[in-house]
């Protein structure tokens, strides 16, 4: 029985599809599964016609932009694959995916190669782990260079690119690849529904043998068992190359990198077969991690084990809620109840699905490996830990980004207030980067996002599923305040005296500028303020950083020292001081001299050539400071840093401006001084 779950996890692949926008993502996904069976027919991005992309939103802007999860089989093995956004405004979605999965397919386009978000997405996979595969697409484009993108994902990626395809033909003449580990030739003709195999063309044979030495050199380089067999034949067998690729995949010190044209379907089973020898199964990577009332706690992949699973995404259909797990350890079944260790309550699987997109089967379990849909949970949400009731544990949930944009919304009659802030709710319960909340001073109700884009689905979801009028306002960027020039020694007491037991703290407080966030120390010596009051002063020095003195925005960038305090023997409390320390920072903010930051963004435009000198002057007139510039494919490529709130309304300006031959992307990369500084004290 053991041998056969070991069997069963060994055949199990969880991977992403990982890449810049129109590299290619869900074209190389709707072939994967064609390839293997799964569809009958090839969906088509411009057609609107795809598995993954099945929202109205995506077939309406030809862009992925909610993670969609699939399920298919190659080689005796099963393949949970997730099809994630490409556009920034989207990255929370991948990284959601990305804590889930235990490998990942980086698509690359093979004119533009690293594009920003492929370097983004590629950073966010390097953080959590994630063993990857290359796959450099659209070879039958003009302009397409394999070497040029490989010496591009070595140049911006920084990993060891190891090559085993060489492409046969060049743009509209691609037909095929050489496989060097096998040195074969693989082959599709147009029209042709299965790949054909051959020997290597005797025009390319020179070529292949010495990409094959290189490959072996490289490898024998990292792989010690490589090394030996290499030093002792001065050559590599197949099967020893694709061990150690695997190890070496695995290990994250090189990437395997294949090439093809998922258009028209060439290199798509070569893609399938290297998922399958080189990315890891359940098996093959750490326990997950947990805790439980403060221990370390770790599972295996092990179906016999005490069932921690975490969920990763929240989706509302026409039939129920949807709550997507990555089951971790153990088994759960229909019908089972299970505990959600972040809620703190007990839940009630009521069906197990497995997911292909929009469409689900019904499954009667699922074990330590699987990617599946439950129905009939209430609390769960993106990043819960849902486990066995008598062995809880906690699994450390996705990261969620902070909002840089805001917009109001309201609905146009005021009778559809109520049905609003339930979409509204719903909407953030299903991506936690949205947040909704009250202005204070204003009474609206704020949508805050990842960008316009992620905003403007957002309404337009609620639009179209609630059939709501609504009216948004003019979307506002996330400011943050930053000291530019501290105070030292100021003083402030906190006396309170209102009957029975007082409240008394007395604090001094340095502060001053610090790159970035917030650090806070003492300096108080003769157990002046004993270490319980310290950390209350800590507390209330954190939540003053809600509210800077400019304008009500949250402030960053500043050391607070406590260098002296006096305690009252009756009316000193933890309350007391950390009252004192948030009125005490209000007060030395003041007396700062403060600056106002704000969020900038990098912009790749990329142009007709004779088009450059508009969008340059375009830029600069948004402040923004050009910081590259080079031609790739006949297209010219400006890379900018521009101030966000810049860049509303400029993909209509940049279409204009380049008869709409122009386009652009945009990633975050933090915040910079705003031109406008406020008053000194």
């Given amino acids: 029985m053991r041998n056969n779950l070991d069997r069963h996890l060994a055949a199990v692949r969880n991977l992403g599809i990982l890449a810049h926008v129109d590299a290619g993502k869900t074209t190389v996904t709707e072939r994967i599964l064609y390839a293997t069976g799964t569809t009958h027919k090839r969906g088509e991005v411009h057609d609107g016609t795809t598995v993954t992309d099945f929202d109205p939103q995506e077939r309406d802007r030809g862009i992925t932009i909610f993670a969609a999860a699939v399920s298919c089989a190659w080689r005796d093995h099963r393949v949970n694959l997730i099809d994630t956004p490409g556009h920034v405004d989207f990255a929370d979605e991948v990284e959601r995916s990305l804590r889930v999965l235990d490998g990942a397919v980086a698509v690359f386009d093979a004119v533009a190669g690293v594009e920003p978000q492929s370097e983004s997405v590629w950073r966010q996979a390097d953080r959590h782990g ?45 037909t095929g690849v050489v496989d060097l580990l096998r040195m074969r030739a693989l082959a599709w003709e147009d029209g042709a529904e299965t790949m054909t195999e051959g020997p290597v ?35 590599l067998s197949a099967g020893t190359l694709s061990s150690a690729l695997r190890d070496l995949t695995r290990t994250g010190d090189g990437v395997v990198v ?14 399938l077969d290297a998922v399958v020898d080189y990315l890891p199964s359940p098996l093959d990577v750490p326990a997950v991690h947990g805790t439980h009332e403060g221990a370390d706690e770790r599972r295996p992949a092990d179906p016999d084990a005490p069932f921690a699973a975490l969920a990763f995404k929240v989706s509302a259909t026409s039939t129920g809620r949807l709550t997507y797990v990555r089951v971790y350890s153990g088994t759960i079944e229909k019908g089972d109840t299970v505990w959600d260790a972040t809620a703190g309550r007990t839940e009630r699987i009521g069906r197990i699905l497995r997911v292909q997109a929009d469409r689900h089967a019904q499954l009667e379990r699922a074990v330590a490996g699987d990617i599946v849909a439950v129905v009939g949970l209430k609390s769960a949400r993106a990043g819960s830990t849902l486990c066995a009731p008598d062995a809880p544990l906690v699994l450390e949930p996705p990261g969620v980004a902070d909002p840089v944009v805001s917009v109001a919304v309201e609905p146009r009659r005021s009778t559809d207030t109520e049905r609003l802030v339930t979409a509204l709710a719903r909407l953030a319960e299903e991506d936690p980067s949205l947040t909704v909340r009250t202005d204070a001073e204003t009474g609206q109700t704020v949508l805050s996002g990842m960008g316009e884009l992620h905003l403007e689905v957002a309404v337009e979801k609620i639009r179209r599923a609630l059939g709501l009028e609504i009216n948004v306002g003019r979307p506002r960027v996330t400011y943050r305040e930053t000291v530019a020039r501290g105070v030292s020694g100021l003083v402030f007491r906190h006396v309170k005296q209102d009957g029975g037991a007082g409240q008394f703290a007395h604090v001094v407080l340095d ?8 650090d806070f120390r003492s300096a108080v010596v003769g157990g002046r303020v004993p270490q319980e009051y310290v950390r209350a002063v800590e507390a209330g020095c954190r939540d003053a950083l809600a509210e800077g003195p400019l304008g009500g925005h949250t402030v960053t960038g500043l050391r607070v020292t406590l260098t002296d305090g006096a305690t009252h023997v009756k009316d000193s409390s933890e309350m007391a001081f950390r009252t004192a320390g948030r009125l005490a920072l209000r007060e030395a903010l003041r007396g700062c001299v403060m600056r106002l930051l704000e969020p900038v963004v990098e912009v790749t435009v990329t142009v007709p050539e004779d088009a450059v000198g508009g969008v340059l002057g ?9 910081t590259d510039s080079q031609v790739r494919g006949g297209a010219a490529v400006v890379t900018a840093t521009v101030p966000l709130a810049e860049l509303f309304g400029y993909a209509t300006r940049l279409r204009s401006r380049t008869q709409g031959r122009g386009a652009f992307t945009a990633r975050p990369t933090g915040y910079a001084p705003a031109p406008t500084v406020a008053a000194t004290p």
């Avoid at 490989?150 to 033909?169: D, F, N, W, Y």
């Avoid at 030495?213 to 030093?231: G, N, Q």
């Avoid at 028209?264 to 893609?271: A, F, I, S, T, Y």
């Avoid at 375009?618 to 050009?626: E, K």
């Fill in 130 to 174: 994630v063993p990857r595969i290359a796959f450099v697409n659209k070879l039958d484009r003009v302009g397409a260079d394999l070497d040029a993108a490989v010496a591009s994902i070595r140049e911006r990626l920084h990993p060891v690119p190891l090559v085993v395809q060489l492409p046969i033909g060049a743009e509209d003449a691609f």
């Fill in 258 to 271: 294949l090439c093809g044209s998922a258009y028209r379907n060439r290199g798509v089973e070569p893609l």
């Fill in 511 to 518: 502060v001053e500028p610090l790159e970035d966030g917030f």
């Fill in 201 to 235: 063309p005797d025009e390319l044979r020179e070529e292949a043998l010495r990409r094959r030495r290189l490959l072996e050199e490289a490898v024998a380089e990292r792989h010690p068992a490589a090394l030996e067999e290499f030093c002792d034949r001065e050559t």
């Fill in 618 to 626: 375009d830029l600069a007139a948004r402040r923004g400071r050009v």
